[in-house]
């Protein structure tokens, strides 16, 4: 007993000798200030001060004195207006004299962050905003100290959800999220330019792609980082080619910085964009571009011209890009996307060729015994730089493994989008080149314009079943020339792929695919997913059976080759969550037909038929609420044949973007 009482005695004396340190320390803080203790020196009265019990706003301001900072008044939980000024974004990552001031005002309104105010907004700070955002009514409560919880803060911790400046693909004018969203399917976008010229305006450099997966997503911070180690003759600093670097979503500008602005070691640069507000909304996409605008002129080792050497690099590094959803889970996404780029001081124009997105994958042509008409063979991207380009001729070549191109095309268009250009017949031979002369077609300086080569196919009886044509484009033959009159050179050769022609065979268009979650009504329940993929078939010069069953498969291989009579092949999309599910899959007609057989689908000669693929899914196991599967489906294969027997043949050409997008089941 008598310890006990010892023990308690001595506890309270070394508390009251704990406090009275403390208002000493108050009053003696401007003279250690003066004297620049170190951190680790004040971590070290801050620990002494806990460790005899202070309360959180004695040790807060004696954290703020020592620091340099101005002590605050005894706030309540969730009001503390006036005690602080901020004028930036703060999120994980932060540093600095705003962030101290942000802990010390937390701390002394009762938020824990065990570390005290060490001006690093880290794990502690973000779990201590979330908890003052929950009581202030700040939503989402996601950590992120951003513009409304600023406006929250100035009221005394009293805030609704409003409206942000949020734009670009897949973006919102509402801050409001909904949803666990977060990040999916990255891909490093095209239409990026590698040769500069000074003067040019904001040109992207290097892009990623990312979806909103399973609730909206709000971007946070963006990394842009620029390596000029390769420069060997010329200089390494950025602003020295470009004065500006700016963040794009889609055709939308989110933010900008001057390129003497970055952070700079060992001659790469790094451009941090935060405070960006950019909602991407659930199923939709952002297209994220880093742009740089060139100086209106370069000095001597500093263009692209002989006298520089080496290579300057674009990047979005891995984990440049951090985001969070309405739960308030905040992650890092980006693999690395690295585009080298030049920029030059001269002024003739180029003319960059390269295949447009709706160029034609390799697949088959269902063609009839009469012409069948407008089939796209190729389709190219024509894009003009640092001058407006005038096309004059425009040379494509094209081969086929019929004895002459004359037996399979009829006649042959240059088309810009519906309108026909110039045409022209083939002659004999396996391969040919096509000359469109007398064009004079003008692109503007920064502009793409794209073309497609057309063809009407002869007959089925004209050629072998199976018959293949190419067509690409070529660098010679070409009459092109810029603003000056010098004379242009096309980039590259655009090469189409292989296009099988048969008359036996079909070709398939995709419909609206739809995915759509039914949540659980009550507690232990557990959702399920519908999806339906609806697809159009057109027969060529022979009636068609289709197989009417449904067959999962393991490989989203459109190329894999399938056993006999599995129908409609299908797989889960590459984003899905690798875990078991019960599926129920049927494919239904949109119309009905005597030739059915119950079990295949009859498509006459020379007509087409809409059938829909139909799953119905679900868990096998059960889920807890807070567990969650993605789940999206796609076609891989559709097995057909001549006779209402199927066989091994299937159609797997261009089937890749035959699928619908994902959803989350949950456990409740």
Same mark, same amino acid.
């Given at each position: ?32 200030? $003066? $004297? ?10 801050? /620990? ?6 202070? @309360?959180?706003?004695?040790? $807060? ?58 001006? %690093? ?36 911790? *009293? ?31 095209? *239409? ?34 620029? @390596? ?159 001058? @407006? ?16 191109? *004359? ?23 396996? %391969? ?32 072998? @079943? ?54 659980? *009504? ?42 006999? /009579? ?35 689908? %009859? ?29 999206? %489906? ?35």
């Amino acid at each position: 007993m008598s310890n006990v009482t010892t023990k308690a005695i001595a506890k309270v004396a070394a508390v009251a000798t704990g406090l009275g340190m403390a208002t000493s320390l108050l009053s003696l803080a401007p003279m250690a200030h $003066a $004297a620049a203790l170190t951190s680790s020196q004040i971590n070290s009265i801050v /620990s002494l001060l806990q460790s005899f019990g202070a @309360d959180a706003t004695t040790i $807060a301001n004696v954290q703020a004195s020592l620091s340099g900072g101005t002590p605050v008044s005894t706030g309540t939980t969730g009001s503390m207006s006036g005690s602080c000024s901020f004028t930036m974004d703060l999120h994980t990552g932060s540093s600095g004299a705003q962030v101290t001031c942000l802990q010390n005002a937390l701390i002394a309104a009762g938020y824990s962050i065990p570390a005290g105010a060490t001006g %690093y907004f880290g794990a502690q700070t973000k779990t201590a905003v979330m908890a003052w955002q929950a009581k202030a009514g700040v939503t989402p409560a996601a950590g992120y100290f951003g513009s409304i919880s600023r406006a929250a803060w100035n009221l005394g911790g *009293s805030s609704s959800t409003g409206t942000g400046t949020g734009t670009g693909t897949g973006s919102s004018t509402s801050t409001t999220l909904t949803g666990a969203g977060y990040l999916t399917n990255e891909s490093h976008l095209g *239409s990026v330019t590698s040769d500069l010229h000074a003067g040019d305006s904001a040109t992207a450099v290097v892009g990623s792609s990312f979806d909103a997966t399973g609730g909206d997503v709000q971007l946070q911070r963006v990394d842009a980082t620029f @390596d000029l180690s390769g420069v060997t003759t010329g200089s390494t600093n950025l602003d020295q080619y470009v004065s500006d670097v700016e963040l794009w979503d889609g055709n939308t500008k989110l933010a900008s910085m001057s390129a003497s602005a970055g952070d700079e070691s060992s001659n790469i640069w790094t451009y941090r964009f935060t405070g960006i507000n950019d909602i991407v909304k659930n199923g939709q996409t952002a297209n994220l571009y880093i742009k740089v605008t060139p100086l209106t002129s370069v000095g001597a080792n500093q263009d692209g011209s002989a006298n520089f050497e080496g290579t300057m690099k674009a990047q979005l590094l891995a984990d440049a890009i951090r985001a969070v959803g309405a739960d308030g889970i905040s992650d890092t996404y980006g693999t690395l996307n690295s585009e080298n780029f030049t920029v030059s001081s001269a002024n003739t124009g180029t003319l960059t060729a390269s295949p447009a997105a709706d160029n034609p994958v390799a697949s088959q042509v269902a063609v009839a015994s009469s012409t069948t008409t407008g089939v796209k063979l190729l389709a190219i991207n024509l894009k003009a730089k640092n001058s @407006d380009i005038t096309v004059k001729n425009l040379q494509i070549s094209l081969n086929t493994s019929a004895t002459n191109l *004359s037996d399979v095309v009829n006649t042959v268009y240059l088309m810009k989008g519906s309108t026909v250009l110039k045409s022209a017949t083939l002659g004999s031979g396996k %391969y040919g080149t096509v000359t469109f002369s007398n064009m004079n077609e003008t692109i503007p300086q920064d502009q793409t314009n794209e073309y497609t080569i057309t063809a009407d196919i002869k007959g089925d009886s004209a050629y072998a @079943d199976g018959t293949t044509l190419i067509a690409s484009s070529t660098t010679a033959g070409w009459d092109i020339q810029d603003a000056q009159g010098n004379s242009v050179t096309p980039s590259a050769a655009v090469t189409g792929n292989t296009l099988t022609l048969t008359a036996s065979g079909l070709s398939v268009s995709m419909g609206t695919p739809t995915a759509t979650l039914n949540s659980a *009504s009550f507690a232990g329940g557990q959702d399920t997913g519908t999806f339906a993929l609806p697809f159009t078939v057109t027969a060529g010069d022979t009636a068609i059976w289709v197989g009417g069953t449904a067959t999962a498969t393991t490989t989203t291989n459109s190329g894999t080759a399938f056993a006999t /009579s599995l129908g409609v092949v299908f797989a889960t999309t590459t984003t899905s969550s690798a875990t078991t599910t019960t599926t129920t899959a049927s494919v239904s007609a949109g119309s009905s037909n005597s030739n059915d057989n119950g079990t295949n689908y %009859y498509v006459a000669a020379n007509s087409s038929r809409t059938f829909t693929l139909n799953l119905s899914v679900g868990t096998s196991d059960k889920m807890s609420s807070s567990a969650s599967v993605e789940l999206g %489906y796609q076609l891989v294969g559709i097995n057909y044949s001549t006779t209402n027997t199927m066989g091994t043949t299937y159609f797997t050409s261009n089937l890749n973007t035959f699928k619908t997008s994902d959803i989350f089941l949950h456990g409740h």
